[in-house]
């Protein structure tokens, strides 16, 4: 489980754009960190998960995970070389 995330990726995780989550730690609206000068901000799970419950966004985002593919063919052969190319 993941305990920091940069603004990038909370960007990807929530669909949006990385300019949408630097204004939300410029406005206060999300607590975020340097740790250093010139390091890229920081947001820890907590804050993240509890700026995401006071504007109603689904927690479920957090844990997408891993996607999923379907690979349907009637050739077997096909299907295991695409899953093996995978």
């Known amino acids: 489980m993941k305990y920091l995330f940069t603004l990038p990726q909370i ?5 949006l754009s990385r ?4 204004k939300w730690v410029k406005n206060g609206n999300l607590q975020a960190f340097q740790p250093s000068k010139n390091a890229a901000w920081k947001v820890t799970r907590q804050d993240l998960i509890k ?4 504007y109603n966004i689904p927690l479920s985002l ?4 891993k996607k999923r593919i379907l690979i ?6 096909y299907v295991k070389s695409i899953v093996r190319a995978l």
């Open 51 to 54: 700026h995401m419950t006071e």
């Open 62 to 65: 957090l844990d997408a995970g």
């Open 19 to 22: 300019h949408a989550i630097y």
């Open 72 to 77: 349907v063919d009637d050739d077997e052969n």
């Open 11 to 15: 960007a990807r995780i929530l669909g």
